[in-house]
Nanobody, 118 residues
Framework: QVQLVESGGGLVPAGGSLRLSCGAP????????KGWYRQVPGKQRELVAR???????YYSNSVKGRFTISKDNAKDTVDLQMNSLKHEDTAVYFC????????????WGQGTQVTASS
């Protein structure tokens, strides 16, 4: 199965900004939604933001107003701009694409560490 490729994680002081980017090694058809999840040790992976093919955007309450998701259809990428980072945003962030069809499938990235130091 295709693995998405993420970039842009790192270490910043609280209040700082990072931008994550995600793409695929080859063109993927029938992508109905692209999003970002995050996970900290011992907790379930949680959905942070998602954008559908029609442009509808979802944000978790914890990031609303601080994070912005965007997609570039020409480049077939999805970005997550993270501003005003808080220590509690520290996690491994995973890119996720939902593929439509008779059976819905999902593609994942390998994860990228984001650390906002307090």
């Amino acid at each position: 199965q295709v693995q998405l490729v993420e970039s842009g994680g790192g270490l910043v002081p609280a209040g700082g900004s990072l931008r994550l980017s995600c793409g695929a090694p080859s063109r993927i058809l029938n992508v109905v939604a692209k999003g970002w999840y995050r996970q900290v040790p011992g907790k379930q992976r949680e959905l942070v933001a998602r954008i559908t093919g029609t442009g509808f955007m979802y944000y978790s309450n914890s990031v609303k107003g601080r994070f912005t998701i965007s997609k570039d259809n020409a480049k077939d990428t999805v970005d997550l701009q993270m501003n005003s980072l808080k220590h509690e945003d520290t996690a491994v962030y995973f890119c996720n694409w939902v593929i439509g069809g008779p059976l819905t499938t999902e593609l994942w990235g390998q994860g990228t560490q984001v650390t906002a130091s307090s």
